[in-house]
């Protein structure tokens, strides 16, 4: 399963993460296109609660939603630690079933990209419909499709030096230019005093969007497709060098 024992080194994976930076962003977001205050947030895919753990700190009603189990217990401890009111449920968001509604939804860090099927994306958009009050705001990014194409993924490598030891991680992408994904399979090693502890092997599976397709979906679900720009550009047109793009929708 994809975020199983991966999930013991994301934190560490994705440590220069700028998570304050996301959520003034998606506060920038709230403030110019919601048509009511936004005071509570479904985070979709919420992973170790990154971007919930920050909401919840600046006010906001949190409810985070992940598959992983592991993934939402380094969450819930950390909220714990933080004493925070974080509501989280292990649930899959294309079978999201919540009793409440939300003035917005986020999903972030290409959530979205792992529904990979048209099938997948299209149950998903309908749960995050389900669960936004009218009108509210659905925000999540992703990968810009004409960017992938045009700068194609290459091989890469990670190294980290942790008070654990070193964390190495290897990325070999496969482009899948029919089905609009990219397959990526990671191998994560540990390394203590020199010595191989840990070795990690996952596949993950990511699609990337075209500007058409993301209006068509969300258009045929009960949203108004309101702008997609690059990632964290809110006053930027997104082009074919922009990877990756946040896209910002409307229920109607």
Same mark, same amino acid.
């Given at each position: ?25 998606l506060e920038k977001v709230f403030g110019e296109y919601a048509d ?25 009603? !949190? ?20 004493? !925070?009111?974080?509501?989280? +449920? !292990? ?5 999201l079933h919540l009793r409440d509604t939300f003035n917005a939804v ?20 309908q749960s995050v419909h389900q669960h936004l009050v009218s009108r ?30 070193? @964390? ?11 089905? +609009? ?8 090693? +540990? ?8 070795? @990690?092997?996952?596949? +993950? ?28 550009? !809110? ?18």
């Amino acid at each position: 399963m994809v975020f199983d024992r991966y999930s013991h080194y994301y934190d560490t994976l994705y440590a220069e993460k700028d998570y304050t930076d996301e959520c003034d962003f998606l506060e920038k977001v709230f403030g110019e296109y919601a048509d009511q205050p936004v005071k509570s947030v479904l985070d979709l895919g919420c992973g170790t609660g990154g971007h919930a753990l920050l909401f919840a700190q600046r006010g906001y009603e !949190l409810t985070g939603v992940d598959i992983s189990e592991s993934m939402l217990s380094i969450a819930q401890e950390r909220t714990r630690e933080l004493n !925070l009111g974080v509501h989280y +449920h !292990l649930q899959d968001i294309r079978k999201l079933h919540l009793r409440d509604t939300f003035n917005a939804v986020i999903s972030m860090f290409a959530v979205m990209g792992y529904q990979t099927s048209n099938a997948d994306f299209e149950t998903a958009i309908q749960s995050v419909h389900q669960h936004l009050v009218s009108r509210g705001l659905f925000i999540f990014d992703g990968w810009f499709g004409p960017a992938v194409l045009k700068t194609r993924p290459t091989e890469r490598t990670k190294e980290i030096e942790t008070q654990q030891g070193q @964390v190495v991680r290897y990325g070999r992408p496969e482009l899948d230019v029919v089905n +609009h994904i990219v397959k990526i399979h990671y191998k994560v090693l +540990h390394f203590q005093d020199g010595q191989l502890i840990d070795e @990690v092997d996952e596949v +993950h599976s990511m699609r990337y969007f075209f500007y058409q397709e993301i209006k068509y979906f969300l258009e045929r679900n009960g949203f108004r497709l309101v702008k997609i720009s690059p990632f964290l550009e !809110l006053d930027r047109q997104i082009t074919e060098d922009d990877w990756n793009m946040t896209v910002i929708a409307k229920k109607v």
